[in-house]
C-alpha cells in the first residue's frame, strides 16, 4: 500500500513547477510519474488540490502519495499476439484488441502492451523518453476494453517527435463510437475540462477545478438508428480528439447524455441500451501523421471488430439511413486504396 509523506519547500525551490521539483528531488522518476499523480489528485499543496504547473513558493507544504512499486521490478517480454499494420526501425503502427491494458499498474503486473512490445522488439528497441520502464514503447494509450489503431515508438527521436506531434494536433486520431440516443445536429463539439472524480478515482468527470485539463472532442454523425420500445435509439458518430486526456471521448458522451453503448463505467441505462455489450463501443478507426524521421505522411484505417460490427448489423432494420459522412467513410472502408490500410489477421508475436 503506498504511503502519504510529506514535504516543506525551500527558497532553492521557489519558482520551481510542482511537477519538476517532485520529479528533481526524487519523489518520482520522472517529470511524467510526477503529472499523473498530480492530475490524479494524489499531491496537495498547502491542503490544496493544484494544478502540475504550479509554482512553488517558499514554505509551501507539499503532500504525495509515494509511488507504488509494481510487484514484478523486471519488466519481461511475454508472447501476445500483436496486430502490426506497420513496422520499421523507429516506430510501429498496431491495432490494439480489446481487453489489452497499455502499460503494467499495480493492478495489471502482466499481460500488457509493454510486455507484448518487449517481447516483439527487446527492451533496448523501444522508446524510453518517459524514464520508466513500464512505459517503455508507449506514447499515447487506448483505454484497456478500446480497440484499434495506436503507435509505439522504438528510438527515443520517434517517441518524441510522436508526443510532440500529438500535443501540436499534427497526429490525427479518429474513432467510431455508438452511442445512446439520436443526435440531432450533424456536427458537434464538446469543449469541457476534465479531471479526476471528487468522489471516484477510478472514474473521471466534467470539473470546475485547478486540476482540470482542458478536453475537446469534435464528433460527426454517421448513421441514425431509430428507438423502440425498449430504448431511446442510437447514433453511430465518428469523434476526432483535439486533446488526449484519460476517458475523453466516454467522459464527454456521458456530459452530454449520449453515453457510448456498453460502457460499463459511464453507459449507464438498462440491458437492452447496451446491446449484449460488455465493453464500449468505441474504435480507433483512423490513425494519420508525419513519420518523424522520414517526414512522409502516413494514413491508416482500420474496420470495425467483429464484436462491434455484429452489433451495427443487428441494427441495420432499424437504420434511418447515413449521413454523407457517413456514406463516404463506409465507401473508403469497403474500397481500401493503400495496401497497409487493409485489415489483416493478427500476427504472433516473434
Known sequence: MARILSY??????????????LAERGFYPSRSA?????????????????????????????????????LAPTLVGEPIALDIRFED??????????GLVC????????????????????????????GEDERLGIVHRLDQDTTGLMLAAKTNQAGLGLMEGIRERTVDRHYLALVQGNIAHDTGMVDAPIARSATDRTRMAIRDTESARDSVTTF??????????????????????????????????????????G????????????LGLARQFLHSYLLDFEHPTTGERMTFLDALPADLQAVLDGLANRSRGRTEAGAALFERFESPVEPELESREPQSAS
Open 8 to 21: 516543506t519547500a525551500t527558497h532553492q525551490d521557489e519558482g520551481l513547477r510542482l511537477d519538476v521539483l
Open 263 to 274: 460502457d460499463p463505467v459511464y453507459g449507464g441505462g438498462t440491458p437492452p441500451m447496451q
Open 220 to 261: 460527426t454523425v454517421l448513421e441514425r438508428f431509430e428507438a423502440s420500445l425498449k430504448d431511446d435509439g442510437f447514433t453511430l458518430i465518428e469523434c476526432k480528439l483535439y486533446t488526449g486526456r484519460t476517458h475523453q471521448i466516454r467522459v464527454h458522451m456521458h456530459y452530454i447524455k449520449h453515453p457510448c453503448v
Open 103 to 130: 502499460h503494467p499498474s499495480a493492478d495489471h503486473i502482466q499481460g500488457t502492451l509493454v510486455h507484448a512490445l518487449i517481447n516483439h522488439c527487446g527492451k533496448e528497441n523501444l522508446c524510453n523518453v518517459q
Open 34 to 70: 510526477a503529472a499523473r499523480f498530480i492530475d490524479e489528485e494524489r499531491v496537495f499543496v498547502n491542503g490544496n488540490k493544484v494544478a502540475k504547473r504550479y509554482l512553488v513558493c517558499a514554505g509551501d507544504s507539499i503532500v504525495y502519495e509515494e509511488k507504488e512499486t509494481l
Open 89 to 98: 526501425e523507429h516506430l510501429l503502427v498496431l491495432s490494439k484488441q480489446a
